[in-house]
């Protein structure tokens, strides 16, 4: 299985975004003096490409290439050549200030750290009038006090944005920096270093996790745990943020109206935080939905994250999740904009004319939402990485075995015409569960499928299950969430208490529909070739990977690795193959069928 495993790997590498280096060698085919021709529209679009860039190198293994960042900083820097009076301009100074920060994370090289600072310096001093001005000069600041060991030249830095921005987000933070400087009360910041050793892989065992002890941390010698930088991903009509502390911590939240769309904001307070270093104050999303994200130290004892938004928004969820404590938030609206106008995410001027002020066009049938360019699927291999899944006694791993399948439905899929399949990892890394529907959400795809392999206390338990998003059913249902979610049994209770308003914009019939054709054709599929493939049927149980998720999505069992037979079966390739292809053929099956009840409807 190994062998078909890394074989497979190399023909679908670059499965995620795969058009990112094509895009960025393009991009840096044009050498400033042909970029001075394009439109302001095509410098936008190369920001905004460049800046999806930069988001893969994040959000995948990538990112510990220091070639991959060089190819960043080029491409963020040619726009800003090109087109310094562009919009685009402060903000790409801003991201080669993170680019460079992140390199000498990884490098510890001087060289790096000084060409952030210069970056942000150059922003501070070009574009004092810009938004993201005050949070480069704190940056600054920052990086003089926590790197170059430099009180005088942070206290310059923040004296600044208390004299030139006094009514900013960054003022209050600036001025709580200059009193921890005067009064010599700056320690080392926990966040600016690894303070936790990444753990080795550790199987997941089929009985419920009993409710872990406290890790030690931070917050346990100050009393406050420290917000770790925001992840998010995002389209014009969806963005999930993901916010991390080193500890559990209570919040609020609530939504602050103006007379604009652009003027409402979503805020939420995190109680008994601060701060860490690395984080950015403000981060520019400008996806037609939220125009930023700013987060700042509200009061000594408060971080507070603020959603500056671009449109109507038609609702927001929040949630958390533990090992580690974080809080997600997923922002939706309910029309995606046309096209994001530059002053704030207004609507073209176009589309205002033919769309009155409030105006919504009618609802299609469930059958048209569900059925209509059912294109673009995503595969997620479940586990990989540090997080093994569950693992035989000879050894075979879940994170290996579901890859292997992945990429074969992969394969099967991508040989129909007109499918578009995305993998969220196409080898062995680690993706938190959270940030594998917001792949898909981000990317507008019309289907989720989720791929795992079970276990259960009892050897003798065997067959194949697929399940939806819903409360848990039974006890089994209930262990088997809490061992994918890798959290304990309390902790599914307290997710089961929430689930209800979370799932408010599932889509449960559509959802059930693709389980069940998925399910039919394994289980058919199967026993015409292997004697004994149980139907343990569809059902339902709170899984962390599919809440949000803004398409049908399903998780499939596809055996039990605790069953000596089952394990057997999974070391044979032909048994794989077979799985794979009847997957595939399932999802081709529902496809097929929301196409014709589209048809019909017509």
Not at 27 to 32: E, G, Q
Not at 478 to 503: G, V
Request: charged content about 25%.
């Amino acid at each position: 299985m190994r062998s078909s495993v890394t074989t497979e790997a190399r023909k679908q590498r670059r499965g995620l975004f795969p058009c990112w280096p094509l895009v960025l060698a393009v991009l840096l085919l044009l050498t400033p003096p042909a970029w001075a021709g394009l439109e302001p529209d095509d410098i936008a679009r190369q920001y905004g490409q460049a800046k999806a860039y930069y988001q893969d190198l994040l959000n995948t293994g990538k990112g510990t290439n220091r070639k991959s960042w060089l190819t960043s900083v080029t491409a963020f820097r040619s726009i800003y050549k090109a087109a310094p009076d562009h919009q685009v301009a402060p903000k790409s100074l801003f991201m080669l200030g993170q680019i460079h920060q992140t390199m000498f994370r990884q490098s510890g090289l001087a060289k790096d750290l000084d060409q952030a600072i210069a970056s942000y310096e150059e922003l501070s001093a070009k574009y004092a009038g810009n938004f993201l001005a005050d949070d480069a000069f704190f940056i600054l600041g920052t990086i003089y006090l926590t790197e170059k060991k430099d009180p005088s030249k942070a206290a310059r830095a923040f004296t600044k944005i208390i004299a030139i921005y006094p009514e900013g987000d960054m003022a209050a933070a600036a001025e709580e920096k200059l009193l921890q400087i005067k009064h010599g009360a700056i320690a080392p910041d926990p966040a600016s270093t690894p303070v936790k050793e990444e753990p080795g892989e550790k199987c997941i065992t089929p009985q419920i996790a009993e409710e872990p002890a406290p890790p030690e941390s931070a917050a346990k010698k100050t009393g406050l745990a420290t917000v770790l930088p925001i992840r998010h991903w995002s389209n014009n009509r969806y963005t999930r943020l993901i916010v991390e502390t080193t500890g559990p911590v209570t919040f609020k939240h609530q939504v602050l109206s103006g007379d604009e769309a652009s003027q409402r904001r979503i805020y939420i307070d995190l109680h008994n935080t601060r701060l860490g270093s690395e984080n950015v104050k403000t981060i520019p999303i400008e996806d037609g939905l939220l125009r930023r994200v700013r987060n700042a130290q509200f009061d000594p004892q408060t971080v507070r994250v603020v959603l500056d938004t671009q449109t109507t928004i038609s609702d927001y969820k929040v949630f958390t999740l533990t090992d580690p404590f974080r809080v997600v938030i997923d922002v939706m609206s309910s029309t995606a904009p046309d096209k994001v106008a530059k002053n704030g995410g207004k609507k073209s001027a176009d589309k205002s004319k033919k769309e009155g002020a409030g105006s919504k066009a009618p609802p299609p049938s469930q059958a048209m939402q569900a059925g209509v360019g059912i294109k673009k699927i995503v595969i997620d291999p479940g586990h990989g990485g540090k997080d093994p899944g569950t693992c035989s006694p000879s050894g075979l791993k879940e994170k290996d075995i579901v890859l292997d399948v992945a990429l074969r439905v992969a394969k099967a899929l991508r040989e129909k015409p007109g499918y578009e399949v995305i993998l969220t990892r196409d080898r062995d890394v680690f993706i938190p569960l959270e940030e594998r529907t917001a792949m898909a959400n981000a990317l507008e795809a019309d289907l989720f499928l989720s791929i795992h392999v079970n276990a259960a206390p009892n050897h003798d338990a065997r067959g194949i299950e697929t399940y939806v998003l819903d409360l848990a059913s039974n006890k089994d249902a209930m262990r088997l969430a809490a061992m994918e979610n890798a959290t304990s049994a309390k902790q599914i209770s307290d997710l089961q208490s929430i689930l209800l308003d979370l799932m408010q914009n599932s889509k449960i019939n559509e959802s059930l529909k693709l389980a069940g054709l998925v399910q039919e054709g394994m289980v058919t599929g199967l026993n015409k070739k292997f004697s004994g493939v149980s139907n343990l049927g569809v059902k339902k149980a709170p899984f962390v990977v599919l809440i949000g998720a803004q398409m049908p999505a399903v998780l499939t069992e596809i055996a039990f690795l605790s069953n000596p037979e089952e394990e057997k079966r999974l070391k044979d390739d032909a048994y794989l193959t077979g799985i794979a292809n009847h997957l595939a053929g399932g999802v081709a099956q529902y496809v097929d069928s929301m196409s014709l009840a589209t048809n019909l409807t017509r």
